[in-house]
């Protein structure tokens, strides 16, 4: 079992920054890649950004330039680094993992709130 659990959200103006931190615990040898998906109200959820275990990173082109990811294996985190926000950035953010197969490796947690807003 893997258990994943997401911080960092918050309020922040226009053009502001956030660091959400994604931490993971028990069988994360399974893990292939890790990923951030978003859900705005009213819309599906869709993939932010995502990192697999050679550390290769796949961005979202509506957040290409703007947001980086990253891991810390250490700490067993990987960290969406979220540059000049935008209020169509407001979502709730989640992180989930997948294994070789592709198949997620954990349910749907919480996720953290970001709004983004003056």
């Known amino acids: 079992q893997v258990q994943l659990v997401e911080s960092g959200g918050g309020l922040v103006q226009p053009g502001g920054s956030l660091r959400l931190s994604c931490a993971a615990s028990g069988s994360i040898d399974s893990i292939y890649a890790v990923g951030w998906y978003r859900r705005a109200p009213g819309k599906p959820r869709e993939l932010v950004a995502a990192?697999?275990?050679?550390?290769?990173?796949n961005i979202n082109d509506s957040v290409q330039g703007r947001f980086t990811i990253s891991r810390d294996n250490g700490k067993n985190t990987v960290y969406l680094q979220m540059n000049s926000l935008k209020p169509e950035d407001t979502a709730v953010y989640y992180c989930?993992?997948?294994?070789?197969?592709?198949?997620?490796?954990?349910?749907w947690g919480q996720g953290t709130q970001v709004t983004v807003s003056s």
């Open positions: 990192i697999n275990s050679a550390g290769t990173p």
């Open positions: 989930n993992a997948l294994d070789q197969s592709l198949h997620f490796v954990t349910s």
